[in-house]
């Protein structure tokens, strides 16, 4: 069974309203603040939250995958390093992210992370093991396409921050 990734599996069932009633003790967007307060989210989750005024207790299999992300480590993934290029054409813009990942049993991909009226922000993620894998870092290249229509600014969201190609 896949180990939970907090960017994957619980980010992704805290919704907007969910952060915006927390924002005063903690933020639940934050993978440091949920860390710290996973037993108390956990307890609040067991018992009458998020209340049925606002849509109801999240069901059993969430909080399952919860406490299953917690004890198992509370993984998350980590912002990878890459060269970047941007290629425009006729039929498409690529996005394109080469590299070695840091260490064997690594995995990655370049995904979009956000978009507004003028610009795309990319973020390349690597996913660490579950325990160490012997043998030689691979080498990656992925890709991202769209239409060549879309003329707004392309960022990346890399483990050097928010930059453009």
């Known amino acids: 069974m896949r180990t939970p990734v907090y960017e994957l599996h619980i980010r992704p069932m805290f919704r907007a309203t969910d952060r915006d009633h927390m924002g005063v003790a903690f933020d639940l967007w934050t993978y440091e603040d949920v860390v710290a307060h996973a037993d108390q989210i956990l307890d609040r ?21 919860f406490r299953r992300w917690k004890d198992s480590g509370l993984k998350r993934l980590e912002f990878g390093t890459a060269q970047f290029t941007v290629t425009r054409s006729a039929s498409e813009v690529t996005v394109k992210a080469t590299g070695t990942f840091p260490a ?18 990319y973020v390349l993620y690597f996913e660490p093991p579950d325990a160490p894998t012997a043998g030689t870092a691979e080498e990656f290249e992925f890709k991202e396409q769209y239409s060549p229509s879309d003329n707004r600014a392309v960022f990346i969201h890399d483990s050097t921050g928010i930059t453009q190609p």
């Open 45 to 65: 989750l067991g018992a009458d939250m998020p209340p049925v005024s606002l849509g109801g207790p999240w069901p059993q299999e969430w909080i399952d995958l």
């Open 104 to 121: 064997a049993g690594f995995t990655g991909w370049l995904q979009l992370e956000s978009e507004t009226d003028t610009a795309k922000t």
